[in-house]
């Protein structure tokens, strides 16, 4: 237990007489500064984790992007610190320090919080802080860039289980991208945020500097990726089978029977300019047609008749032409299309029909 003053000021003044030419001594040397005795942090070593990856879309303003980091928590404890001190009583000023590097160019969204910068173009980090708000004065260990915590006051004269109040104390903290100008997709180091001090203010003469650190708060690595589309599973490869019918179905050049629709899904993000581009490499005279092969899985195919795909509006593709389909939107995309019999010639014949088309999805 710590002993009061009054006990403490006793052993004192018998020790005074015998130690009075020592404090002679001493008086006449200048006075040095030591480092605070140090604090408790826990943990030691406390990580934020923003959600990964966060996706970018074309045309994204600048910024908060993706969502903040689950919030995470330090708590600082002084009381061994003051145990172990030789003062009637301690006032640790807890501190912030060793700030990663501050991007003062780019206010925080809404005025709150730092900007720290990252090894990605175009990428921050917002750094917020509750119940002391994350700022970037001189209020870090010994002038330095940092903020203060608060402080927790000890005092010998108070009841054991009240030497020091408060006592802890905890900050806890969030994080949050932001883009900042034009981004290039990467993942972000392991940024080490800030450390952890405490200043020791006292009356018994001794000056003190800043501890060394308590702890530290890190950031872990984020993927930063630009949104793009895909192909859903269901489309990469599509079986279209017509309707059997009779050759009386196509009694001339250009008729048309069996007409049966089909789609084609991507997932997109929004944003994006979309064209589709179809092509094969068996195309017939007319428009949007596919010739069939000249044998099929079930035996050699009809005479005169192909297949001919048509677009939502029932118009006929143009095969190897990008066709526009506006702006993505967030989510899946389904493309309609229907393939139909399509007589390439006169009379035509029975047997199976086979061909085979091609899709490309371009977005920018």
Same mark, same amino acid.
Do not use: H
């Given at each position: 237990?710590?002993?009061?003053?009054?006990?403490?000021?006793?052993?004192?003044?018998?020790?005074?007489?015998?130690?009075?030419?020592?404090?002679?001594?001493? /008086?006449?040397?200048?006075?040095?500064?030591?480092?605070?005795?140090?604090?408790?942090?826990?943990?030691?070593?406390?990580?934020?984790?923003?959600?990964?990856?966060?996706?970018?879309?074309? =045309?994204?303003?600048?910024?908060?992007?993706?969502?903040? #980091?689950?919030?995470?928590?330090?708590?600082?404890?002084?009381?061994?610190?003051?145990?172990?001190?030789?003062?009637?009583?301690?006032?640790?000023?807890?501190?912030?320090?060793?700030?990663?590097?501050?991007?003062?160019?780019? /206010?925080?969204?809404?005025?709150?919080?730092?900007?720290?910068?990252?090894?990605?173009?175009?990428?921050?980090?917002?750094?917020?802080?509750?119940? #002391?708000?994350?700022?970037?004065?001189?209020?870090?260990?010994?002038?330095?860039?940092?903020?203060?915590? =608060?402080?927790?006051?000890?005092?010998?004269?108070? #009841?054991?289980?009240?030497?020091?109040?408060?006592?802890?104390?905890?900050?806890?903290?969030?994080?949050?991208?932001?883009?900042?100008?034009?981004?290039?997709?990467?993942?972000?180091?392991?940024?080490?945020?800030?450390?952890?001090?405490?200043?020791?203010?006292?009356?018994? =003469?001794?000056?003190?500097?800043?501890?060394?650190?308590?702890?530290?708060?890190?950031?872990?690595?984020?993927?930063?990726?630009?949104?793009?589309?895909?192909?859903? /599973?269901?489309?990469?490869?599509?079986?279209?089978?017509?309707?059997?019918?009779?050759?009386?179905?196509?009694?001339?050049?250009?008729?048309?029977?069996?007409?049966?629709?089909?789609?084609?899904?991507?997932?997109?993000?929004?944003?994006?300019?979309?064209?589709?581009?179809?092509?094969?490499?068996?195309?017939?005279?007319?428009?949007?047609?596919?010739? #069939?092969?000249?044998?099929?899985?079930? =035996?050699?195919?009809?005479?005169?008749?192909?297949?001919?795909?048509?677009?939502?509006?029932?118009?006929?593709?143009?095969?190897? /032409?990008?066709?526009?389909?506006?702006?993505?939107?967030?989510?899946?995309?389904?493309?309609?299309?229907?393939?139909?019999?399509?007589?390439?010639?006169?009379?035509?014949?029975?047997?199976?029909?086979?061909?085979?088309?091609?899709?490309?999805?371009?977005?920018?």
């Amino acid at each position: 237990m710590k002993p009061g003053r009054f006990a403490r000021c006793l052993t004192r003044a018998v020790q005074g007489a015998l130690l009075a030419v020592a404090l002679l001594v001493l /008086a006449m040397r200048p006075a040095f500064a030591v480092k605070s005795p140090a604090c408790t942090a826990s943990p030691q070593s406390q990580a934020i984790s923003i959600p990964s990856p966060v996706g970018i879309s074309p =045309g994204t303003s600048n910024g908060k992007i993706g969502q903040p #980091s689950p919030p995470v928590t330090v708590s600082i404890d002084c009381l061994n610190a003051f145990m172990n001190t030789v003062n009637y009583y301690d006032y640790f000023n807890l501190q912030t320090g060793n700030i990663s590097a501050i991007d003062f160019a780019n /206010a925080p969204p809404g005025g709150v919080g730092i900007m720290l910068q990252t090894n990605v173009p175009g990428i921050d980090v917002l750094l917020t802080a509750t119940p #002391s708000q994350a700022s970037s004065g001189n209020n870090g260990p010994n002038g330095t860039i940092g903020w203060s915590l =608060g402080t927790v006051k000890c005092d010998s004269g108070n #009841s054991p289980s009240n030497y020091c109040i408060p006592n802890p104390i905890s900050e806890t903290f969030t994080a949050q991208l932001v883009k900042t100008g034009t981004v290039s997709p990467g993942t972000t180091n392991n940024i080490q945020i800030l450390q952890f001090f405490d200043t020791d203010n006292n009356q018994q =003469g001794i000056q003190y500097t800043a501890s060394n650190p308590l702890g530290k708060l890190t950031l872990n690595p984020v993927t930063i990726s630009a949104n793009t589309c895909n192909v859903t /599973a269901g489309s990469s490869n599509i079986n279209v089978i017509l309707p059997t019918i009779t050759t009386n179905a196509l009694p001339s050049t250009g008729s048309v029977a069996g007409q049966t629709a089909f789609n084609i899904q991507y997932s997109c993000s929004v944003g994006w300019s979309l064209y589709m581009t179809m092509s094969t490499t068996r195309p017939g005279a007319a428009t949007g047609v596919i010739l #069939s092969a000249a044998t099929c899985t079930s =035996g050699t195919s009809a005479a005169n008749i192909g297949i001919q795909v048509l677009q939502n509006n029932l118009q006929p593709v143009q095969f190897d /032409a990008a066709q526009p389909l506006g702006s993505s939107p967030n989510g899946v995309l389904t493309l309609n299309y229907y393939a139909q019999y399509y007589a390439t010639g006169s009379p035509t014949g029975p047997g199976p029909v086979c061909g085979t088309g091609t899709f490309t999805m371009s977005y920018q």
